[in-house]
């Protein structure tokens, strides 16, 4: 049986970086696609508590089947799993993003919440991402890395509890030098919030904010893709910080 | 100068466990408040991209700035710090949550990414949760353990990068018998969504499931909580695996 991949993303289901992951993925097995409608980033792992879900099927291709979902990209993940594929998957798929989810924009990420629920049910994921955050970015250049990945992983399987946060330098930027493994680099967003004027004289905020990593180390993702390189970092589901269980030994608790 | 304290939540600026912690913290410090108008359950780290935020004062006690914004937890934290924060808060504290945010649910939690955003920006965090979602919940029993745990993080601070996740058993379930600083346990749901018929034939899927954590070893969170202990889980907001990146060398790359 031809191993089943499931694909989600944050950007939408019309999306082209979606379009372009599912045609690589119908290279390797059967697809299945369930993708929020609209635009669903910023949502991280969001769930939708307050009212039910619906979905709609869409025709994208022949042979494809793709959903439609009013949720997130992680009720997409648990939804598809436990009503819309015929089998379990075998692999999960999310992106590909327009745009970065390297270091701490993961945290943000709907198309990396997407990742986490999948390794939270036990399956491998991969979340894939552009530098861009153009419409109609160019995805060429990153598709051999996203078919070796996908094929890797398909033959070989992740290590327990791992998924992958692959993103893709520029294009613009000269041809992709090859793949690193990472770990995410240590940065912050400052400056997060413009305040406006609206025209009866109230104040309102639009969420802005500058990107700030000095000096990423080599082994580090911002290290990578500033280098030309595609970066491939391993992550998991869970958050304590280990070697703090026994720093916290001086708290007297 | 008295320490300052911002309180944030996801259950809404109204919520009794935001009152009960703005409280206690009235006791160490300075408080501004600022927290989601409404419920904000389940949107975990997301924040809001696709429109600006607005923010409205409220009265809740004498001496206590309250602010409600229509915003993600997550916004609240960014947003307070910037705009409306008198200085930069000595700690910033998010719940009390009704209901459990031990274990796996961490990840979908609002009031738990409130607590990683603080950290991101370097600034010390605890998240505090009941294992009890009554609105009208006796957080009385966790009271001492909660102004223990501000008293000593506000004193010695904590290590970098590192913020507190605290769960606190259910008060029936026995008298509390201490404090257990443990790592998160290994969990999933099950059987996440019900599916049902509209009145005109139509389904819609409502979330739901079932946890499942079979026999959490001792010195994880469902352990401590399942035996009366509050659990103190060390978080940080780095998803990389960092055993896996060695692990991962079997994989042509």
Not at 47 to 66: F, H
Not at 118 to 127: E, P, S
Not at 157 to 179: F, H, T
Request: net charge negative; proline share 8%; with cysteine.
């Amino acid at each position: 049986m031809r191993p089943l991949i499931l694909i989600t993303n944050d950007d939408g289901v019309a999306a082209k970086g979606l379009r372009t992951l599912d045609e690589i993925a119908m290279e390797f097995g059967d697809v299945v696609v369930m993708a929020p409608a609209g635009n669903a980033s910023g949502l991280s792992h969001s769930i939708t508590t307050t009212r039910p879900l619906r979905v709609r099927e869409v025709k994208l291709a022949e042979g494809l089947s793709v959903y439609s979902c009013d949720g997130t990209p992680v009720d997409c993940v648990k939804l598809a799993v436990e009503y819309f594929c015929p089998r379990t998957p075998d692999l999960v798929l999310s992106g590909i993003n327009h745009g970065s989810n390297s270091s701490i924009n993961i945290l943000y990420s709907g198309t990396m919440g997407a990742v986490t629920e999948a390794t939270a049910l036990g399956l491998n994921a991969i979340g894939f991402s552009l530098l861009s955050h153009n419409p109609d970015a160019d995805f060429e250049p990153g598709k051999p890395f996203i078919r070796h990945l996908i094929g890797e992983v398909l033959e070989k399987g992740l290590p327990a509890d791992v998924s992958l946060n692959v993103n893709i330098p520029r294009p613009k930027e000269g041809p992709i030098r090859g793949i690193r493994i990472c770990h995410e680099a240590k940065a912050r967003w400052v400056d997060s919030f413009e305040k406006r004027i609206d025209p009866v004289g109230q104040p309102y905020w639009w969420l802005t904010g500058k990107f700030i990593c000095d000096n990423p180390p080599q082994r580090s993702d911002e290290w990578a893709l500033a280098n030309g390189y595609v970066s491939v970092v391993p992550i998991h589901p869970d958050f304590t910080h280990y070697q703090a269980l026994e720093e916290l030994q001086r708290l007297s608790l």
